[in-house]
């Protein structure tokens, strides 16, 4: 005859089961999400440039080439009225936007070569000319065209001033690997935008003023385009087309 198994043995046997039970089930979410458990822990996302860089490339050849600077003039702060936290300052501060292109290759080995565009930021402080950087980003050179249609049709938006007037907040944005540039407006004030985040893997779903940012006209969008286009017209150059 079976013999029955004390009370305690089986509560602890089945302790132990929903123990192993809830592991498994934390250990698929993790997966499924690719985020690793724990409080604040986050992946870090690399661009094809930087996997490329980090993995396969050895002995590698890196250049760096300025293709573009954009200034950025001191504009009035955004308000987002009703939205976001208020702002003391009355006016950005003044910057630039520099626009560099990044090509690696093994050495030997240019047909390999990989390329992506930098995004640099910088501020000034107080009257002064010197430039302190807000930080960079990096943007693989297959988004680089996207990027482009996409602040050429922001322009046209801009031109036409069309969207809808009812609406408290329109943010229209482009956003890849960690590169984030676009428009928004609040009432009757649009103004553009550009944002870098390479330690935030999902900074595309904060609003504009979660992140550090730099603004300029609504107007300027153009200019943006037609610096990304620069870089562009020197990947097609590496490339060959």
């Avoid at 890196?62 to 976001?84: D, H, L, Q």
Wanted: with cysteine; charged share 15%.
């Amino acid at each position: 005859m079976r013999k029955l198994m004390p009370l305690s043995c089986r509560t602890l046997n089945f302790a132990r089961l929903v123990s192993i039970a809830l592991a498994c089930a934390q250990s698929t979410v993790a997966g499924a999400t690719n985020v690793p458990p724990g409080p604040g822990a986050l992946p870090q996302v690399l661009t094809a440039f930087e996997d490329f860089v980090q993995t396969h490339c050895i002995p590698c050849v890196r250049e760096f080439y300025t293709i573009a600077t954009v200034p950025f003039p001191s504009v009035k702060t955004p308000t987002f009225a009703g939205f976001a936290p208020a702002n003391p300052a009355p006016n950005t501060r003044a910057g630039e936007m520099r626009l560099e292109l990044l090509r690696a290759y093994p050495v030997g080995q240019q047909s390999r070569q990989h390329l992506a565009m930098r995004v640099v930021l910088s501020v000034s402080a107080g009257s002064g000319t010197t430039l302190y950087p807000l930080g960079a980003g990096l943007l693989d050179e297959d988004e680089v065209p996207v990027l482009a249609a996409a602040l050429a049709q922001m322009g046209k938006s801009v031109s036409a001033g069309g969207g809808d007037s009812s609406a408290q907040l329109v943010d229209t944005e482009f956003h890849a690997d960690s590169v984030r540039m676009g428009t928004v407006g609040s009432g009757n004030d649009l103004i553009a935008y550009v944002q870098i985040a390479p330690a935030d893997p999902l900074f595309a779903l904060k609003q504009v003023w979660e992140l550090p940012a730099m603004y300029l006209p609504a107007k300027d969008v153009s200019t943006l385009e037609h610096a990304v286009q620069q870089v562009n017209a020197k990947i097609q150059a590496f490339r060959g087309r």
